[in-house]
């Protein structure tokens, strides 16, 4: 009897325990059945080929950099409020963050060569001009070209190629610096070659385009800040995009404490400097200069923000002159700026050119003010100096000179000059 109840208890054991699993397999069923795991949805951000300027490529900059579009490693500034949307796209420039590794952003600037309102009227004038229509295929309109014909079959960027372009960079043109455009070009893997043999069609497209736009982003990638030229860091192109390192306008600093403003003054100085004598012997000038031509990073230090209105002149080599040359104009010629327009020729540039437009319309406004007597005095009667034009450019240097000896015991040192702090507690120099 005791051998049969334990049996029976067995039994019931291993048949509760079978309705138990039975029931929480039914459970498990029915919690499946009825609420899934919703998978994650990852905010997606529609750019649309338009707002890159992907729709009229190969008549755009570069493609270099789309991945990182595309893959959210550039943002707008706009993406991190909770709207999530692109901003408008007339503007001409952005505010954005870039990684690499997706935890540690850096903030960057994103450009438009030129307003979106004139690329759209040059394009239609492309269109117009070339294929007497209002829309057509940019691309296929620009291959037509005699220019662009020419430079299918070049083997080396030549003078001859880029005469009549209204880039000022190209003005005074010499081999070397054309050389040096070839061999630095970003938006094509580094062949290190003078010769074009490494330049698609497409590639060949795309840098004249540029250089009849706007030449900023080449200036950017053919002297580059890592080799001590005073520009932003070029990081890559998409469409009709430029994407570089983040610098605030000079005109942000125009209410700045006395001490910052002697800072930045020396530091504009210094540029203007480097600019008329380098290693290289290229001599820079300026066609135009605003408050947005140079612009401060984080760290306190100043760079060319906008290096569209640059020229240059070969002091090794030469150059040259397009005013002795029979003008040559064609549609790259009048891309973004009206045909007609005069150029400075290359012979009346001279070492001052450019150190009288910053006298005439940045340093007064960031200087001005800003010490005691008699010191400031003495800044303002230089400026005024400066800004009505040295009788000769012997003179130039010199007054410089006194200048920086004016502004250099007037900077301090400390934590809001990053690029020069510590190292300013430990050196004579400051």
Not at 33 to 56: I, M, N
Not at 326 to 341: A, N, P, R
């Amino acid at each position: 009897m005791g051998h049969w109840i334990c049996c029976f208890c067995i039994r019931v054991a291993e048949l509760l325990m079978l309705l138990l699993v039975l029931a929480l397999n039914c459970n498990s069923s029915t919690a499946a059945t009825a609420s899934p795991t919703a998978p994650r949805v990852k905010p997606s951000y529609s750019f649309g080929r338009t707002f890159l300027g992907l729709d009229k490529c190969s008549a755009c900059i570069g493609t270099s950099i789309c991945k990182k579009f595309f893959k959210e490693e550039i943002r707008f500034d706009t993406w991190l409020s909770s709207h999530l949307k692109l901003p408008p796209s007339y503007l001409l420039s952005y505010l954005g963050n870039y990684t690499d590794d997706t935890k540690s952003w850096r903030m960057v600037d994103i450009t438009r060569l030129t307003t979106k309102y004139q690329h759209d009227r040059a394009d239609k004038r492309i269109c117009i001009s070339l294929l007497k229509t209002k829309t057509c295929s940019l691309e296929h309109a620009l291959r037509r070209t005699h220019r662009f014909q020419k430079w299918l079959q070049a083997k080396r960027l030549t003078p001859d190629l880029v005469q009549g372009l209204p880039s000022p960079m190209l003005r005074c043109p010499s081999q070397r610096l054309l050389d040096r455009i070839i061999r630095r070009y970003a938006e094509v893997p580094d062949a290190g070659s003078i010769y074009m043999d490494h330049l698609t069609d497409q590639d060949k497209l795309r840098l004249l385009y540029t250089l009849s736009v706007n030449s900023h982003p080449i200036l950017l990638q053919i002297f580059p800040d890592v080799e001590g030229w005073p520009f932003p860091r070029y990081l890559g192109s998409c469409g009709r995009l430029v994407v570089s390192a983040s610098t605030r306008p000079l005109r942000d600093f125009y209410g700045a404490d006395p001490e910052v403003a002697a800072d930045l003054a020396l530091q504009l100085l210094a540029v203007l400097r480097s600019m008329g004598t380098n290693d290289l012997n290229y001599f820079f000038y300026f066609t135009h200069v605003n408050a947005g031509t140079f612009g401060v990073f984080s760290n306190g230090h100043l760079f060319i923000r906008d290096a569209s209105t640059l020229g240059i002149i070969d002091k090794e080599e030469g150059n040259q002159p397009i005013d002795s040359q029979q003008e040559y104009k064609d549609i790259f010629s009048c891309l973004t700026v009206d045909c007609q327009s005069a150029f400075v020729s290359c012979g009346s540039i001279r070492e001052k050119h450019s150190l009288v437009m910053v006298c005439q319309e940045l340093l007064p406004k960031l200087l001005k003010g800003k010490f005691l007597q008699p010191v400031q005095e003495k800044i303002d009667s230089f400026l005024q100096h400066c800004a009505s034009g040295f009788v000769d450019d012997q003179g130039i240097n010199k007054a410089i000179a006194e200048l920086v000896e004016l502004l250099k015991p007037l900077r301090s040192c400390d934590s809001r000059f990053a690029y020069r702090y510590p190292d300013c507690k430990y050196s004579d120099k400051y």
